[in-house]
T-cell receptor
Framework: DAGVTQSPTHLIKTRGQQVTLRCSPKSGHDTVSWYQQALGQGPQFIFQ???????QRGNFPDRFSGHQFPNYSSELNVNALLLGDSALYLC????????????FGPGTRLTVT | RKEVEQDPGPFNVPEGATVAFNCTYS??????FFWYRQDCRKEPKLLMSVYSSGNEDGRFTAQLNRASQYISLLIRDSKLSDSATYLCVVLPSGGYNKLIFGAGTRLAVHP
């Protein structure tokens, strides 16, 4: 049973560019949450997708957008990249009906130069 | 004020030591509480949930004081493998699993 997977593992982008990160949830999970973790900080909630809709959003600008597909996988898109967007982006999956436990993927490390 | 605040650390302790981490949260309506462990450059993993009655898992004991909005984690008989960052995590009520993380406390256990 595969856990949460994310791609790519690492990537380097230039300021102003756009990036798409991908996440496949744990088998049987229907909810995907995205978090941003800057160096030395705890993860910060970006948004959550359930039934292909954004259900809840954290305090992030509209440059951050996402999508959930019918197979429950998800994408995180960031436009007009800033140096401050450099971080580890974590995807977490859960099963809404079963409560709170979230399983995190290994993350995508984004560096903006 | 941050929603979840933790001891800044780092904690450097010898093997076999007992170490305690503290955490406070600002939202009195928060419904669930956890400790996560994060190894260097890895994803966070659930260590244990925290209940008002206190709970223990081997060498780890977690306590919650709702009146003081305070959470603690005690690690007894520290092992080298306990070296990691420990994240205090709160789930707000009605939060649809939106986890609120503290900044984490780094623990280094040395021989």
């Amino acid at each position: 049973d595969a856990g949460v997977t994310q791609s790519p593992t690492h990537l380097i982008k230039t300021r102003g560019q756009q990036v798409t990160l991908r996440c496949s949830p744990k088998s049987g999970h229907d909810t995907v949450s995205w978090y941003q973790q800057a160096l030395g900080q705890g993860p910060q909630f970006i948004f959550q997708y359930y039934e292909e809709e954004e259900r809840q959003r954290g305090n992030f600008p509209d440059r951050f957008s996402g999508h959930q597909f019918p197979n429950y996988s998800s994408e995180l898109n960031v436009n007009a990249l800033l140096l401050g967007d450099s971080a580890l982006y974590l995807c977490a999956s859960s099963l809404t009906a079963s409560g709170y436990e979230q399983y995190f993927g290994p993350g995508t490390r984004l560096t903006v130069t | 004020r941050k929603e979840v605040e933790q001891d800044p650390g780092p904690f450097n302790v010898p093997e076999g030591a007992t170490v305690a981490f503290n955490c406070t949260y600002s939202n009195s309506a928060s419904q669930s509480f956890f400790w996560y462990r994060q190894d260097c450059r890895k994803e966070p993993k659930l260590l244990m949930s925290v209940y008002s009655s206190g709970n223990e898992d081997g060498r780890f004991t977690a306590q919650l004081n709702r009146a003081s909005q305070y959470i603690s984690l005690l690690i007894r008989d520290s092992k080298l493998s306990d070296s990691a960052t420990y994240l205090c995590v709160v789930l707000p009520s009605g939060g649809y699993n939106k986890l609120i993380f503290g900044a984490g406390t780094r623990l280094a256990v040395h021989p």
